[in-house]
């Protein structure tokens, strides 16, 4: 069965860190493009970072810049978000997306909550 799942939500503390892990079964992330997006409540979803298949390179957003990092682990078939001096801002549902060509797999969705 063909699945994402993410993890590592929570509620958290302004300044504080969190890492969000997006686990693949029945497929191999490392041939896919990877992205992680995020949906704050009353917003459109947007797109946050991102790692690509082959080399690796990175894109993040310019609000998380800095302060995100998107990294893989072959071994476990996860990508990882390492988010830092997390905002309030930052509150909001974040997926997992994994792409190759006109295949698209979603996650269900973690939630990040940065309140104090």
């Known amino acids: 069965q063909v699945q994402l799942v993410e993890s590592g939500g929570g509620l958290v503390q302004p300044g504080r860190s969190l890492r969000l892990s997006c686990a693949a079964s029945?497929?191999?992330?490392?041939?896919?493009?990877i992205s992680w997006f995020r949906q704050a409540p009353g917003k459109e979803r947007e797109g946050v970072a991102c790692?690509?298949?082959?080399?690796?390179?990175?894109y993040y957003a310019d609000p998380v810049k800095g302060r995100f990092t998107i990294s893989r682990d072959k071994a476990k078939n996860t990508v990882y978000l390492q988010m830092n001096s997390l905002k309030p801002e930052d509150t909001a549902v974040y997926y997992c997306?994994?792409?190759?060509?006109?295949?698209?797999?979603w996650g269900q969705g973690t939630q990040v909550t940065v309140s104090s």
């Open positions: 997306n994994a792409r190759i060509f006109v295949n698209e797999y």
């Open positions: 029945g497929f191999t992330l490392d041939y896919y493009t």
């Open positions: 790692i690509g298949n082959g080399d690796g390179s990175t």
